[in-house]
């Protein structure tokens, strides 16, 4: 059976760790430096799916209080959202804080193949794109994968990608949950009365 520590065997303890962590500090810096910035801090932490499309364009899944610091290390200046759903209250508070503006483009999930693609709000959510002005800019939907690879997928044949390359980065996103109604409309979506508003996409 293990005796009580006395008062004063328990104070002597206490000094032989503080003298240990104190020497431990003195020979390791780099751990004093951290014990006082870490908690201030937090890691860079990029949403799901994030990737960037070109200069200035960024992709991904919906940003979470995690991804704020590193949404804000890209000096956003806009934010496509792809969702019908309002805006989170938390996320409406980073984006005033940091002066970055929201679109939202509601476009409904579609998990049911009869469930047509809006021609019409990609066509507007790629003249917000296609605005250097509003660059950088964030693209997201849910998880980063159909909404957002269809959105991009349609930039990239205004930027005159061929086709497969195209199905490759949405495929690249999407993996198992790829859908054919996706790739279709991509194929057949017609760029003719967007190139004309910016170079930008020429790149």
């Not at 940003?63 to 989170?88: D, M, Q, T």
């Not at 005033?96 to 693609?117: A, N, T």
């Not at 991509?186 to 004309?196: A, R, W």
Request: hydrophobic share 35%; net charge positive.
């Amino acid at each position: 059976m293990k005796m009580d520590a006395s008062p004063r065997q328990r104070s002597q303890e206490a000094e032989q760790k503080q003298g240990n962590v104190a020497i431990e500090l003195w020979n390791h810096p780099e751990k004093l430096a951290c014990s006082v910035g870490c908690e201030e801090e937090s890691p860079l932490v990029p949403p799901l799916n994030f990737a960037m499309v070109d200069d200035g364009v960024f992709r991904s899944g919906f940003p979470g209080a995690a991804n704020f610091r590193f949404l804000g290390s890209l000096n956003l200046r806009s934010i496509v959202y792809l969702c019908p759903e309002p805006y989170p209250e938390e996320n409406a508070r980073f984006l005033g804080r940091s002066g970055i503006k929201l679109h939202q483009f509601g476009i409904q999930g579609r998990k049911e193949p009869f469930v047509g693609i809006p021609e019409e709000t990609i066509r507007e959510a790629l003249k917000v794109i296609l605005d250097v002005r509003n660059h950088p800019v964030l693209i997201h939907c849910n998880r980063g994968k159909h909404r957002t690879g269809c959105l991009v997928g349609c930039l990239r044949k205004l930027q005159r990608w061929c086709l497969s390359s195209v199905f490759d980065e949405y495929l690249h996103f999407a993996a198992a949950k790829a859908r054919k109604t996706d790739q279709r409309f991509m194929e057949l979506f017609d760029t003719s009365s967007l190139v004309h508003l910016s170079a930008w996409q020429l790149k």
